[in-house]
């Protein structure tokens, strides 16, 4: 349903490329962009969808090489497009189409999953777990970097300030991802796992698993 909706939305734009133009008064390269940027968050939709199939298969040798290979495809269509005086409607277009690279790639390494035997299964409560995960991650969104950001230009501390603690931000993420990395895949696996086994033991396992993530974690921070 995700592919169907993306091939919709990339032939809807393109009918109608002409018709928006003029509708909107725009230039035809802001039409172009508008284009590119639903397209490129419509196959970011589904890359994120078989990325979470293939952590829990904990397939991530395939996963690793996929998005390690559409990075360095990335880094080098950019080095190019830039040398050769290209602009920002051309490198959106790259990121896209390395999108669309990236969901063919992942694609193949799920065939057997994609096209193999299917039985019927009761949805409710994974649709039920998915909106309080996904409500967790919104919020968690909302009131973490973004919220400071907002509170930092509230106080007015100026954009110097602001630009340091993004940095510095983005600098604890890496830690913390560099010193977690692979056991994303494995606690994803194993929550899925519980919850089918035994779900009164979630709670106990989130509180084990967050306390670990901590004091692996905060030690390194405080050093930093």
Avoid: C
């Avoid at 977690?180 to 494995?186: F, K, P």
């Amino acid at each position: 349903m995700r592919l169907a909706s993306v091939a919709f939305i990339g032939l809807l734009f393109l009918l109608l490329r002409d018709f928006a133009v003029r509708l909107l008064s725009a230039p035809p390269i802001f039409v172009d962009l508008l284009f590119i940027l639903t397209l490129y968050f419509a196959l970011r939709g589904v890359v994120s969808l078989l990325i979470s199939f293939h952590i829990a298969k904990l397939e991530t040798r395939a996963l690793a090489l996929t998005t390690v290979t559409v990075r360095i495809l990335e880094v080098i269509g950019v080095a190019y497009l830039l040398s050769s005086g290209y602009g920002l409607r051309e490198i959106f277009f790259l990121i896209t189409a390395t999108a669309f690279v990236q969901v063919v790639g992942l694609s193949f390494f799920l065939k057997d999953f994609l096209f193999g035997h299917s039985t019927a299964v009761a949805l409710r409560s994974m649709i039920l777990r998915g909106r309080q995960y996904w409500i967790n991650g919104l919020l968690e969104f909302i009131l973490g970097k973004q919220a400071d950001i907002l509170l930092l230009s509230y106080f007015l501390v100026g954009a110097q300030v602001i630009g340091h603690y993004d940095v510095a931000m983005s600098f604890a993420q890496l830690i913390n991802f560099g010193l977690t990395t692979g056991l994303y895949g494995i606690s994803i696996a194993t929550f899925a796992s519980i919850a089918v086994t035994n779900e009164r033991l979630l709670p106990r396992y989130w509180e084990s698993l967050s306390r670990a993530v901590i004091v692996v974690v905060v030690p390194a921070f405080i050093f930093a």
